[in-house]
């Protein structure tokens, strides 16, 4: 059983957000085993349809759907945030919304330069009382280069989340090395694909890795309790 956030970019840039483009590949991962799937499109402005309600109203219809079709996937709504201030105020709006209506949101890593760049942006949230999940640290030029710097992150007590096509080398050599690293040092919570489920990237390390985030279910249980407090531990660990 898989556990795993779906993120949109390109398919929201294209319009196409829709139920019968999610539908084909919530198809797909149901054929991965994926058993539970958050649907976490970007936002760009009106003319992209993914504010969380109408994600909320999609992930609603497609659960009716699998349900009346015996499929076993559940669907779960959430944004994917962009790191700029319009995107923290669109949230403050309440047109952006958080994953499964709980106190995590899943933080993309586009528009900052550097990590206090990021920094900045996680504040913003975290004095709202969310916690930010951090898309693909590995892809950070920053933490690339040396990944002692994902220090400043865990110190905010973010949680992370990897993209399995890092560990294959997909994105080049330099970040499959950081991703190992950073998995070697259990730094992620998360696992992610970004506009459709590869099969070829998930293995058995992956699977494990993904029922870590089934905390996000329950967020006031007992799973969510050691995840946030193994989280606050490693705030003072130094990477090397």
Request: glycine letters at 4%; a neutral charge; charged letters at 35%.
């Amino acid at each position: 059983m898989v556990f795993a956030n779906l993120i949109f970019k390109e398919l929201v840039i294209h319009g196409d957000f829709n139920s019968t483009v999610l539908l084909k590949k919530i198809e797909e991962a149901a054929k991965c085993n994926i058993k539970r799937l958050v649907l976490a499109p970007a936002y760009y402005d009106e003319d992209s349809k993914t504010t969380i309600e109408e994600v909320k109203k999609i992930v609603e219809e497609l659960n009716s759907y699998l349900k009346v079709k015996n499929i076993d996937v559940t669907l779960y709504s959430g944004n994917l945030l962009r790191d700029n201030y319009e995107n923290v105020k669109k949230h403050i709006e309440g047109l952006l919304g958080s994953i499964n209506e709980t106190n995590f949101v899943l933080l993309d890593v586009e528009e900052s330069n550097k990590v206090d760049d990021l920094l900045e942006i996680v504040f913003e949230y975290k004095i709202r009382n969310l916690t930010p999940i951090i898309v693909s640290p590995e892809k950070i030029e920053e933490i690339i280069k040396d990944n002692k710097k994902i220090d400043k992150l865990l110190n905010e007590e973010c949680l992370f989340q990897l993209d399995p096509g890092s560990l294959k080398g997909i994105h080049g050599k330099k970040i499959q090395k950081t991703a190992k690293a950073l998995l070697k040092k259990d730094i992620y919570n998360f696992v992610g694909f970004e506009e459709k489920v590869e099969e070829a990237y998930i293995d058995k390390s992956i699977e494990d890795l993904s029922k870590k985030s089934l905390f996000i279910l329950n967020p006031e249980g007992i799973r969510a309790r050691k995840i946030l407090g193994s989280s606050k531990n490693r705030k003072t660990r130094t990477f090397r």
